[in-house]
């Protein structure tokens, strides 16, 4: 017979094997889907079965703070149909930004547990040090996904420059630390400071949000989702501490798969950079000049359509302008002329790892007819066209050669030994790095200026249109 506790403890094994379940599927674009959906789930259940103490079901999950009912449900359903339209206007470019702001989310969350926890002084000893500790990471992790968030904005793409950072970096840490040993010791003799207990904590918080300022404000866009993934191991671990605190292996379990996961992605997004955490969050980037020719859209799909081999290149710019199934029905209408085409893909195209091996999937390009970076080598030298799209910084060759570059080193597309090049773009803006591409100067390359979804339309036509004039 299920009681109230072992309903609390059934809901929160179920969350946690929902979420890790749905972590897994993530790892394969075909089960991504299922996986979000698993995941959803298992916060549902985590939800759910925090819930039940409040009506007295689960006694184990009490926490130390009192919960009203009312408010807390106004609370989750304004958050859900806030998410709920947002994702309706959510486009894939802006992935990282997002990221970025539901980390911030989860920052505040913590960072007002903790607060109230540490107002109830109900916290002891080395969970007083744990709650400090989350409290801490959360400010930290909170101002910089605001930073990182306001920078993903599209032309917010500034760095601000300080000189010392490392030093105030290091002096803002070292004062909330001072602070937080101060609120430690006022908590736990209940001895009166100078400064009232709420502004202790309220200057502990805003050395910990001052600190993430300097680390995030210099960052370049470039670097932004490795912070971000940082930022967001800073709070999966502050979730954990929490949960060690009110004694909810839910919240541990589900907090150190987020320290992992992030970790991962911030090492997995640096090794995209071709360099290490450290380098990708503290290192500046020069910029180059260029001057760029163009052509039209219908003039460069009729060459491609006689062409004997087409490489296409596609880059985050495909998926800012959600160009991707614009893209599948080039490749077929290639594909029909009798068109040899490749779509060569680099690890690190778009934002986020894998984005564009999902775009593909979904605009059904199969597998044959995509090349991994390793395998891409020779196919350009062999190319009559290479087309590439949105992409900027992964067929950039200044990698290879200017040694100041943050992202030397990082093996590039050799989409300029094309015989002919044509890229797609809204006009002459730097890639996300903040680097020119001297490619797009070359005598070969021809700039088709527009969003790549509008400009691969106007080709499609134009295929169409060749295609009704032969058969007339
Ligand atoms: P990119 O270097 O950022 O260049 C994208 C280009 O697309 C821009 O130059 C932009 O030029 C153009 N663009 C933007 N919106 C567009 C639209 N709607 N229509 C047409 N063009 C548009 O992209 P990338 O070549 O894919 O390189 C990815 C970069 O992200 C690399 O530097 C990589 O290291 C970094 N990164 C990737 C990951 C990952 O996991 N994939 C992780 C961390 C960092 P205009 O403004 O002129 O249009």
């Known amino acids: 017979m299920l009681n109230g506790n072992s309903l609390g403890g059934l809901s929160e094994f179920l969350a946690v094997l929902c979420i890790l379940c749905g972590l897994w599927r993530l790892a394969a674009v075909s089960t991504s889907s299922h996986g979000i959906r698993l995941v959803c789930l298992g916060l549902l259940l985590a939800i759910f079965g925090s819930l039940l103490y409040r009506f007295g079901a689960n006694v184990a999950a009490s926490p130390l703070l009192n919960v009203d009912t009312y408010l807390a449900g106004i609370a989750l359903m304004a958050g859900a149909a806030a998410a709920w339209l947002r994702s309706k206007r959510a486009?894939?470019?802006?992935?990282?930004?997002?990221?970025?702001l539901f980390n911030g989310l989860?920052?505040?969350g913590i960072l007002a547990i903790a607060a109230l926890e540490l107002f109830t002084h109900a916290a002891r000893g080395s969970q007083l040090l744990a709650?400090?500790?989350?409290?801490?990471?959360?400010?930290?992790?909170?101002s910089g996904a605001l930073v990182a968030s306001a920078k993903l904005q599209e032309g917010a793409h500034r760095a601000w420059y300080l000189s010392g950072r490392p030093a105030l970096i290091s002096a803002s840490l070292l004062a909330a630390i001072a602070l937080g040993a101060h609120i430690a010791h006022a908590a736990l003799t209940g001895d009166a400071t100078r400064i009232p207990y709420s502004g202790l904590l309220g200057l502990f918080a805003a050395a910990g949000g001052i600190c993430g300022l300097l680390i995030t404000l210099p960052i370049r866009v470039a670097d932004l989702p490795v912070a971000v993934s940082v930022g967001n191991a800073m709070t999966g671990a502050a979730v954990a501490l929490l949960g060690w605190v009110f004694n909810m292996p839910v919240l541990m379990i589900v907090g150190m798969v987020v320290v992992g996961a992030a970790a991962?992605?911030?090492?997995?997004?640096?090794?995209?950079l071709g360099r290490s955490i450290g380098d990708a969050l503290f290192w500046d980037i020069p910029a180059i000049a260029s001057e760029q020719r163009s052509t039209d859209a219908g003039n460069a799909a009729i060459f491609m359509r006689y062409a004997r081999k087409v490489v296409i290149v596609p880059g985050y710019g495909l998926a800012a302008a959600q160009a991707h199934h614009k893209l599948g029905e080039v490749v077929k209408l290639l594909l029909a002329a009798g068109v040899d085409v490749k779509v060569a893909v680099h690890p690190s195209?778009?934002?986020?790892?894998?984005?564009m091996d999902r775009l593909l999937a979904d605009a059904g390009i199969a597998g044959q007819f995509i090349i991994q970076l390793a395998d891409a080598a020779d196919s350009f030298s062999g190319a009559d066209i290479a087309l590439v799209i949105g992409a900027n910084d992964v067929v950039n060759p200044a990698t290879s050669t200017i040694k100041s570059l943050p992202v030397f080193g990082m093996p590039t597309l050799a989409a300029g030994m094309a015989r002919t090049l044509y890229v797609i773009k809204r006009g002459q803006g730097a890639g996300y790095s903040g680097i020119a591409n001297p490619v797009?100067?070359?005598?070969?390359?021809r700039m088709i200026y527009g969003d790549a979804q509008s400009v691969l339309a106007n080709m499609i036509e134009a295929m169409k249109r060749g295609e009704l004039a032969q058969a007339a």
């Open 349 to 355: 195209a778009g934002r986020i790892p894998g984005q």
């Open 264 to 272: 991962n992605l911030a090492q997995s997004a640096a090794k995209a």
């Open 440 to 445: 797009f100067q070359g005598e070969n390359c």
């Open 131 to 142: 709650t400090l500790s989350a409290a801490l990471l959360a400010a930290i992790a909170l």
């Open 106 to 108: 989860g920052a505040a």
């Open 91 to 100: 486009q894939g470019g802006s992935l990282a930004q997002r990221m970025a």
